[in-house]
């Protein structure tokens, strides 16, 4: 008997290695298909059962955790079994026949694929674990660690689906002229991702930052969560986190603050023309010179940057740990302002002086006039 779980079409006419898959393809994609459709009904009879839940609370703290919340998953599950069964029946699936052939066969998958993922996550604690002393013994840092975990994750993964098709009847040398031929179709369609993936091997190999550095990217700027085969996360100073595709990030300036262990403070102040510039200069060493955070104490440098067209602009420069270079700049610009206040140092600011000739009356034109 003809029913849907037969390949529409004369599996005769494709190549012997393709033909003698091509029914158990098409049951799989019928299968698929199915379970997208119950996944789907069990999604939507879950949000209204939260729905009409969340209308009997008027606190929505209330509604988690009650009688409704707990039910909604369960209603999925149910209408999940109902649905994929139902089709299964009607699309002439033979539940017992699976039961008697295919049962082993689906248990020994089943089994592959958990032990996998219990392969791989063990893997992934491990290496995460081991990256802790390895950074402290070897430079190793976290970056690196966290990368290498998540490809090493997704090869195991990928073999041991591909062992657990072979359960099924699916000879290995097929199923890798499938992978292939799927590959090269992913790779059309999935380009942007692809690029990504290999911008995200070449951030690992080259290591321009690593997880805890500051960076700026572009026009953004944060401190380094992780970074994944495929994206990077990005915590902004009001702690917004911002992912960034790879192909984003390596495709972009990279400034990283934290790659050296010190930095070089930079900071001008503008003092008003009268001021006794050897006197604020002096003002300008001490306070650098009594920062504990401020290294080398001989590199200090003060001088006059410019003549501006109402100050004049000294320059101060000093090296300061990395790390806590905003904190320092902020110590200093504010204890130069308090020193000028206590030493009689004028910090001057823009102003405007119009002259006006005896005998000139001002008038205005009648467009200002009217305007008013």
Do not use: C
Not at 228 to 233: E, K, M, S, V
Not at 256 to 271: D, E, K, T
Request: glycine share 8%.
């Amino acid at each position: 008997m003809t029913t849907l779980l037969t390949p529409p079409f004369d599996v005769s006419v494709l190549p012997p290695a393709l033909a003698a898959i091509a029914p158990q393809v098409w049951m799989g994609f019928i299968l698929i298909s199915l379970i997208l459709i119950a996944y789907f009904a069990g999604y939507l009879f879950k949000r209204f059962v939260r729905a009409f839940g969340r209308r009997t609370y008027k606190d929505s703290d209330l509604f988690l955790g009650s009688s409704w919340d707990l039910a909604a998953p369960l209603t999925q599950l149910l209408v999940f079994l109902a649905v994929f069964t139902g089709g299964a029946e009607l699309v002439g699936f033979d539940f017992g026949h699976v039961l008697v052939n295919f049962w082993p066969k689906a248990l020994a998958g089943l089994v592959i694929i958990g032990g996998a993922v219990l392969l791989a996550t063990w893997l992934n604690r491990s290496l995460r674990a081991y990256g802790e002393p390895a950074n402290a013994r070897h430079r190793v840092d976290d970056t690196l660690i966290n990368f290498s975990a998540a490809i090493i994750r997704y090869l195991i993964l990928g073999i041991a689906i591909l062992m657990a098709m072979t359960q099924f009847g699916f000879a290995p040398g097929s199923l890798i002229a499938i992978v292939g031929a799927a590959g090269l179709a992913i790779a059309l369609a999935l380009q942007d991702t692809l690029k990504a993936v290999a911008a995200g091997f070449m951030l690992a190999a080259f290591r321009p930052f690593k997880i805890g550095d500051w960076v700026e990217i572009g026009e953004r700027e944060g401190e380094v969560m992780n970074i994944t085969p495929f994206n990077t996360a990005i915590r902004q100073v009001d702690n917004k986190v911002m992912l960034l595709t790879n192909d984003q990030v390596w495709g972009d300036a990279i400034i990283n603050h934290n790659r050296l262990p010190r930095r070089r403070l930079n900071l001008f102040f503008g003092v008003h023309y009268d001021t006794d510039l050897d006197h604020a200069l002096e003002v300008l060493t001490s306070i650098a010179d009594a920062h504990d955070r401020v290294l080398q104490k001989s590199d200090i440098w003060v001088g006059v940057h410019e003549l501006g067209d109402w100050a004049i602009t000294l320059r101060l420069r000093a090296w300061v740990p990395g790390r806590e270079f905003v904190q320092v700049r902020a110590d200093i610009t504010k204890a130069v302002k308090q020193r000028f206040d206590a030493e009689g140092i004028e910090i001057p600011y823009p102003h405007q002086v119009e002259m006006v000739k005896e005998g000139i009356e001002l008038k205005r034109t009648p467009e200002k006039a009217g305007e008013d």
